[in-house]
T-cell receptor
Framework: SQTIHQWPATLVQPVGSPLSLECTVE??????LYWYRQAAGRGLQLLFY??????ISSEVPQNLSASRPQDRQFILSSKKLLLSDSGFYLC?????????????FGQGTRLTVV | AQSVTQLGSHVSVSEGALVLLRCNYS??????LFWYVQYPNQGLQLLLK??????LVKGINGFEAEFKKSETSFHLTKPSAHMSDAAEYFC??????????FGQGTELSVKP
């Protein structure tokens, strides 16, 4: 069966520090991978999605970047965090419409920038 | 472009009452539609989905939703609310490329 791992669960970082959040998927190959962010009281904002290794689409211009160094690994990074980067970050995967299209989510990372 | 609109960021019902959460979508291709539930500080869990076929779909925890193409709607219902249904609910549409677009979410409160 497929599983998705996302870590860490919580993170407190000072303004200006770097960020690296990692997500890995097991039990499937060539998944679509996503990073979403939830700010307090707001919905899910799609940040990045990837349909293959090295293929990253950015949905919103911002202080973050994403990379996909391996088929089932997706990394969210920042060189210098801003206060506005605080939020709940969710990694997800799906295999596209042919397989039903639904996405499966990790448990999320609560990032607080102080 | 695809988009999803959830009417009402907060909905409050009494325990045992009908739950109705509204979702309207726009899509240039036949949509795949989803409802997810999120409990505090957790990821999202799939409640139900519509791809093709029967327009009334049943999901987990007694929820169901009906796809109405003429109204571009996919409203979520449950006949009788439970305290454990209190959570945030998200409607989503999957476009032809597989990308999942979410609505802004509706927080459901259940009063005893």
């Amino acid at each position: 069966s497929q599983t998705i791992h996302q870590w860490p669960a919580t993170l407190v970082q000072p303004v200006g520090s770097p960020l690296s959040l990692e997500c890995t998927v097991e039990g499937t190959s060539n998944p679509n991978l996503y990073w979403y962010r939830q700010a307090a009281g707001r919905g899910l904002q799609l940040l990045f999605y990837s349909v293959g290794i090295g293929q990253i689409s950015s949905e919103v211009p911002q202080n973050l970047s994403a990379s996909r160094p391996q088929d089932r690994q997706f990394i969210l990074s920042s060189k210098k965090l801003l206060l506005s980067d605080s939020g709940f970050y969710l990694c997800a995967w799906n295999t596209g419409r042919l397989a039903g299209g639904e996405a499966f989510f990790g448990q999320g990372t609560r990032l607080t920038v102080v | 472009a695809q988009s999803v609109t959830q009417l009402g960021s907060h909905v409050s019902v009494s325990e045992g009452a009908l739950v109705l959460l509204r979702c309207n979508y726009s899509s240039s291709v036949p949509p795949y539609l989803f409802w997810y539930v999120q409990y505090p500080n957790q990821g999202l869990q799939l409640l139900l989905k519509y791809t093709t076929g029967a327009t009334l779909v049943k999901g987990i925890n007694g929820f169901e939703a009906e796809f109405k193409k003429s109204e571009t709607s996919f409203h979520l219902t449950k006949p009788s609310a439970h305290m454990s249904d209190a959570a945030e609910y998200f409607c989503a549409v999957n476009n032809q490329g597989g990308k999942l677009i979410f609505g802004q979410g509706t927080e459901l409160s259940v009063k005893p």
